[in-house]
T-cell receptor, first 116, second 112 residues
Framework: KAGVTQTPRYLIKTRGQQVTLSCSPI?????VSWYQQTPGQGLQFLFE???????NKGNFPGRFSGRQFSNSRSEMNVSTLELGDSALYLC???????????????FGPGTRLTVT | QKEVEQNSGPLSVPEGAIASLNCTYS??????FFWYRQYSGKSPELIMS????GDKEDGRFTAQLNKASQYVSLLIRDSQPSDSATYLC????????????FGAGTRLFVKA
């Protein structure tokens, strides 16, 4: 079974621009979570989507948004990029067959975003 | 107090020894607990999950959970140089949707 895929793998943007990152979960997985990883802050939760609905959100400004499509693929958007947004953005998928039972998350390879 | 705390390390052990990694969490509503291994430049890889009090063994890895003490640990037996990585403790809570909180990670070095 194919793992979680993320595109693009690397991205360089300029301050003020916007960026869209894509994530395709493992086949059959309906839950997709996004994380930001930086050396100073570690892995921080951005948001989780299940069946096209955002169920939970971390403490990030409104410039960070996401969505999930009917095929469970997800996109994350960051508008008005700042230097501090430079990070590894990770997507993780989970079976999550129902809304109360949690299953293990499996991570994609990540997108390395550099803002100059 | 951080929601999930780990010793940052580095933890250095000789090859063949037992490596012991510890993690504490603050939310008593936490429901599931995970250990991830992350090699430099790579994404986290799930190595253990534990949901109930006690021990869970998988090969050279043993996860231990004590919900009363809000403590979870990972033991790596017969440590190998290939085990050298950062180990992330993750705790999952349900607040209308799942939210996973990660610790800052413990760097492990296994010396040959």
């Amino acid at each position: 079974k194919a793992g979680v895929t993320q595109t693009p793998r690397y991205l360089i943007k300029t301050r003020g621009q916007q960026v869209t990152l894509s994530c395709s979960p493992i086949s059959g997985h309906r839950s997709v979570s996004w994380y930001q990883q930086t050396p100073g802050q570690g892995l921080q939760f951005l948001f989780e989507y299940f069946s096209e609905t955002q169920r939970n959100k971390g403490n990030f400004p409104g410039r960070f948004s996401g969505r999930q499509f009917s095929n469970s693929r997800s996109e994350m958007n960051v508008s008005t990029l700042e230097l501090g947004d430079s990070a590894l953005y990770l997507c993780a998928s989970s079976l999550a067959r129902d809304t109360r039972t949690y299953y293990e998350q499996y991570f994609g390879p990540g997108t390395r975003l550099t803002v100059t | 107090q951080k929601e999930v705390e780990q010793n940052s390390g580095p933890l250095s052990v000789p090859e063949g020894a037992i490596a012991s990694l510890n993690c504490t969490y603050s939310d008593r509503g936490s429901q599931s607990f995970f250990w991830y291994r992350q090699y430099s430049g790579k994404s986290p890889e799930l190595i253990m999950s534990i949901y109930s009090n006690g021990d869970k063994e998988d090969g050279r890895f043993t996860a231990q959970l004590n919900k009363a003490s809000q403590y979870v640990s990972l033991l790596i037996r017969d440590s190998q140089p290939s085990d050298s990585a950062t180990y992330l403790c993750a705790v999952n809570i349900y607040t209308g949707g799942f939210k996973t909180i990660f610790g800052a990670g413990t760097r492990l070095f296994v010396k040959a």
